[in-house]
């Protein structure tokens, strides 16, 4: 299930612990059979186990928030290849909106009104051949409340297990996997209705990994259930009220081969969606070829299908409401893609990466944005165009992506650009989505120095290119035809808006560079202290988070905003 964080963009708010990760791999495209139900990227996220060997912990203080991890062996192995039992606690707690009062009287001298509180924990198992077994659970939760902007609240929690089994004297993994999460979200505004959207479900699967030399075999199982509620009012206030329950159930297969120069991954899924009463017979195909030593060429081809819909209120200038529903029609969402792409290794320590993609979708469910009449038989005469809650679209997205990595002893340094374009159509018109954006860059370096590396700086850049929105046009009072009767010369009407084209405009460029100045002080063996100087968005620049067109009331992400912190770990 797709978790999203709205708070990503404000920078201080997150929902995975650096700490406590394994592994973060992310698909933009082309990914293999192992993944479904999702048209167009996927995530997974891993967390590692906690300590076997010892007992230890991490606390961080800072003018931002706390952070408190501890873990260590619930059963200590006796030598390196014995069973163990760990756990780990991980506590993330935001305290901003009482040391802003004192810090960060310049920025607001009510205080900053954001709020967060994550919650993780692990508990590991692990066998002597390798088996392990693993229990989690997780509650993450954020707020912000401003004036103009009364309540925006987001949380997820949920838990689940997972195993793998390696039988003795076999040569194929048995993997499992069961989980529930749910997610919701709520957004009110100022003389706006209430917004919200929930998402809960559970999902579980066996995959069955044998191998043959070099080669390699997957195939599983999964089977997924989900149940989503949206309470929405669109651009002239009708509302859109939906509840649904909604059943998955797929196969897939992939076989990694590995002939010569080349690594060729073919696979297939099904995926049936028991709410559609239908069907997707998926095929993906990965190549690369290992030309040189240090070149190499890649691609990657498959077709995708997605029953969960994202719903925005397409005339927000900025869109910070993200619902999710299955779809209500009979209709499938479904995408096919190809990426081609190259992996350089310029010099011992330096690599290059472009990838170049091409997605189409022949088909895609929207909430209907022209929505003005209610669909009852009294307006069977109006196009469904004006009064159906959502409306087929097709579209296309392509780009290409390029990044530099570049680690040398005590220096590391990673670069990513995107440069893209997404195109709607709605049988009508042609037009851009509200998430079209055209540049992204992002650049991260660490650069270490002294005798014991003990001095550590920390750049990040982002830029972004503005994000398409629709204009206003224009105000008018708004009054009401209720019946024949009504008195247009008495009453009092309400503000209307004049909207102009859709998504025609675009919103500032975003741009944000945060430093970190650490100083490490070792005081003992695995004791070790260190100090945090941080300075958050050191440009200064302006980046939006909220608009109120009627009002114009504008709200920016954090200015710049210096933080000292200390981290204590043992």
């Not at 082309?30 to 076997?52: H, I, P």
């Not at 007992?55 to 290849?81: M, N, R």
């Not at 797929?250 to 060729?264: A, C, D, H, N, R």
């Not at 209120?313 to 081609?340: E, H, M």
């Amino acid at each position: 299930m797709i978790i999203y964080n709205p708070f990503h963009s404000i920078g201080l708010f997150s929902v995975f612990d650096v700490d406590i990760l394994k592994n973060v791999e992310v698909f933009t495209g082309g990914y293999g059979a192992e993944y479904g139900g999702r048209l167009s990227s996927v995530m997974d996220v891993s967390t590692r186990d906690g300590n076997k060997n010892k007992f230890a912990g991490k606390v961080d203080v800072s003018t931002f928030g706390a952070k408190a991890l501890v873990e260590g062996p619930i059963y200590k192995p006796k030598d390196q290849d014995d069973a163990s039992a760990t756990f780990l606690l991980s506590v993330k707690n935001s305290y901003l909106r009482e040391t802003s009062k004192t810090f960060y009287t310049y920025i607001d001298k009510n205080g900053l009104p954001y709020d967060f509180l994550d919650i993780y924990g692990k508990f590991s198992v692990n066998a002597a051949n390798g088996s392990k077994v693993n229990l989690f659970g997780f509650n993450f939760s954020d707020n912000v409340k401003y004036k103009v902007l009364q309540d925006f609240n987001w949380n997820a929690y949920g838990g689940g297990m997972t195993f793998l089994a390696i039988p003795g004297k076999s040569s194929v993994l048995i993997e499992g996997n069961f989980a529930y999460s749910k997610y919701k979200v709520v957004l009110k505004e100022q003389a706006k209705s209430e917004r919200s959207s929930s998402i809960g479900g559970f999902n579980g699967g066996l995959n069955f990994t044998y191998f043959f030399g070099k080669d390699a075999l997957k195939w599983g199982l999964e089977v997924s259930g989900f149940k989503t509620t949206l309470d929405f009012y669109n651009a002239v206030n009708r509302k859109l009220d939906y509840d649904q329950n909604s059943t998955e159930a797929s196969l897939f297969g992939k076989y990694k081969w590995l002939p010569g120069k080349f690594i060729v991954e073919g696979g297939f899924r099904f995926q049936y969606y028991a709410s559609l009463s239908t069907g997707s017979l998926e095929p993906r195909i990965a190549v690369k070829y290992n030309m040189f030593k240090n070149f190499r060429l890649k691609m990657a081809a498959g077709l995708y299908s997605q029953n969960l819909i994202s719903t925005t209120y397409d005339k927000d200038v900025v869109n910070l409401f993200y619902g999710f529903i299955s779809s209500p029609t009979n209709d499938l969402q479904r995408s096919s893609q190809a990426i081609l792409g190259l992996e350089w290794d310029l010099m011992q320590n330096l690599s290059l990466n472009v990838e170049g993609y091409y997605k189409y979708y022949p088909r895609l469910i929207s909430m209907n944005r022209n929505k003005v009449y209610e669909d009852t038989p009294e307006n069977a005469k109006i196009p469904a165009y004006y009064k159906k809650d959502f409306i087929t679209e097709t579209g296309d997205a392509e780009g290409v992506d390029v990044s530099v990595k570049y680690d040398w002893k005590k220096l590391h340094f990673w670069v990513t650009y995107s440069y893209g374009f997404i195109h709607r159509n709605d049988g009508r018109y042609d037009f851009v989505p509200p998430y079209d954006r055209r540049h992204n860059l992002n650049a991260v370096s660490t650069i270490q120095w002294g005798k014991k590396n003990d001095w550590e700086l920390d750049v990040r850049y982002n830029y972004g290119s503005g994000f398409p929105f629709t204009q206003t046009g224009g105000f008018y009072e708004l009054l009401s035809f209720e019946n024949l009767g009504t008195s247009v010369a008495t009453q009092n009407g309400t503000l209307g808006i004049l909207y102009s084209d859709y998504d025609k405009g675009r919103l500032p460029y975003y741009s944000r560079l945060d430093l970190n100045m650490k100083k490490m002080f070792f005081l003992g063996k695995s004791v070790k202290l260190e100090v945090n100087l941080s300075v958050t968005n050191a440009l200064n620049q302006q980046n939006i988070f909220y608009f109120d067109r009627v009002s114009y009331t504008r709200i920016d992400q954090m200015p710049l905003m210096p933080s000292l912190g200390l981290s204590f770990s043992f």
